[in-house]
């Protein structure tokens, strides 16, 4: 069987990491990863350069770890976290952090664009660029505007991928579906509270199952990891990130959804919400 993605994707597909909890509403399974990060990193330095301004805007603080109140944890006496927690191999899979809000927004952007090049790569609607260039890499906007390559959009292909940040009441719906390991255990105690656990799974980008509709996964019915606990995770509200990190005492953490940033820290991640969105293609 083929690996395809169905051209009726956008009724058949839950996007790539994405948990379906209500009608075209869905939530990664866990927060976005260093490894996921890194290869937002490398595909950035690879089209701007690595010394281009959009590569150093998108940079984490690695330097989030030298906070003073940081330095107590038990975590950062056994590694020195300010050189390996983002690129070493032990924690690829664990959330990022040192990310800001501002960045957030823009890999969630990234990552649509990224999706939607891949459902018409799949379809044969475009072809894959390996080597894009600043000029000529695929977005979302160029191709339903015809500036992809002079592509002309095609109407069976008019819904894309709208990945963002949550909002703090979508991060709430997220924590009432039914498999959400908080909904199902309000008051579970994580195992290491005080560590970052790494993530549970890693399927954000362009994983594809063999099914008949070939459907992206993961499917319906997936839980929903650490919404709570872990690493506090930024919403598209204006400084507020929600569910509390491994920094937080777990008292308040059970008790309190919303916690205030004002910059970017060593217990703070984000993931992301997804939808299908339709572009009015005009012919």
């Not at 890194?38 to 805007?57: C, D, H, I, P, Q």
């Not at 770890?65 to 664990?94: H, M, Q």
């Not at 952090?97 to 960045?103: A, M, S």
């Not at 459907?215 to 569910?243: H, Q």
Request: proline share 6%; aromatic share 14%.
């Amino acid at each position: 069987m083929k690996h395809a993605v169905d051209v009726n994707y956008y009724q058949t597909c839950n996007p790539p990491g994405g948990v379906k909890i209500t009608d075209n509403s869905y939530c990664d399974i866990s927060e976005v990863t260093n490894i996921n990060y890194l290869e937002y990193m490398f595909w950035t330095g690879r089209v701007y350069g690595t010394n281009s301004k959009e590569y150093m805007a998108i940079l984490p603080d690695t330097m989030v770890w030298r906070d003073s109140a940081v330095l107590n944890k038990t975590l950062c006496i056994k590694y020195p976290l300010t050189l390996y927690y983002l690129r070493g191999v032990i924690f690829e899979n664990n959330p990022v952090v040192g990310i800001t809000q501002k960045q957030a927004i823009a890999f969630s952007k990234w990552r649509s664009d990224r999706v939607m090049e891949f459902v018409l790569v799949t379809n044969k609607e475009i072809i894959w660029d390996s080597a894009p260039k600043r000029e000529t890499f695929f977005t979302i906007e160029k191709y339903y505007s015809g500036q992809y390559k002079n592509i002309k959009p095609k109407a069976r292909f008019s819904y894309y991928p709208d990945f963002r940040i949550p909002t703090v009441d979508e991060w709430k719906r997220a924590v009432k579906y039914n498999d959400s390991i908080i909904a199902t255990n309000p008051k579970k105690t994580p195992e290491l509270w005080l560590d970052i656990a790494p993530c549970r799974a890693d399927t954000l980008f362009c994983q594809v199952t063999e099914s008949p509709a070939g459907a992206l996964t993961p499917k319906k019915g997936s839980p929903i990891y650490n919404l709570k606990d872990n690493v506090s995770e930024w919403t598209s509200d204006s400084g507020i990130c929600v569910g509390g990190g491994w920094f937080d005492k777990k008292e308040i953490v059970l008790k309190q959804d919303t916690f205030h940033r004002t910059k970017p820290n060593a217990w703070t991640g984000f993931r992301n919400v997804c939808q299908w969105k339709k572009w009015d293609i005009k012919n």
